[in-house]
């Protein structure tokens, strides 16, 4: 009766456990193809990537010898690959769009856009826009609040460092 109590619950252990495992490696294998992405992107400009981070659905990167900023996201239906020469720009802001809801527990901040705007120098040339959230086409965050924040800071100084 022992052994086979104990069958039982190694059994219901590991049925309980091979999702999370499964879970680990798929999130694994997609960290590694977008990694290559963005590498990819930053080979065809002789760069490489000195600093990156993944975020839910997109990575960004950067190489700080060569001044470029990298961008690869994925969604559904296409793939999004931006690069930006910082020698281009005078200046990177956060865009954090949102509204306020009112409900019975009082008002709420809503995100429905987070993105990073690169001011160009020359006023000719337009903005360019690294969209890290977009609430059309993702309900929740993973951590992109965050993220945009720490680039905005790292890419900033970057900027002000080589100029």
Sequence with gaps: MDLG???VGAIIIIICIVPFILMSQSIKKRKRQM???????ATQHYCQITQYEFCGDF???IDKIKNFVFFYKKLKDKEVEQFIDLDNIQNC??????????NKDGNHKVI????????PISKDKTEITLEFFNSDVSIQFSGELQSIEKWSKLINDQLKYNK
């Design 35 to 41: 990694l290559q992405s963005l590498t990819k992107i």
């Design 5 to 7: 109590s104990t069958i």
């Design 112 to 119: 429905d856009k987070l993105a990073l705007d690169f001011i």
């Design 59 to 61: 990575i960004i990167g």
């Design 93 to 102: 802001k956060v865009i954090n769009l949102n509204r306020t809801i009112t």
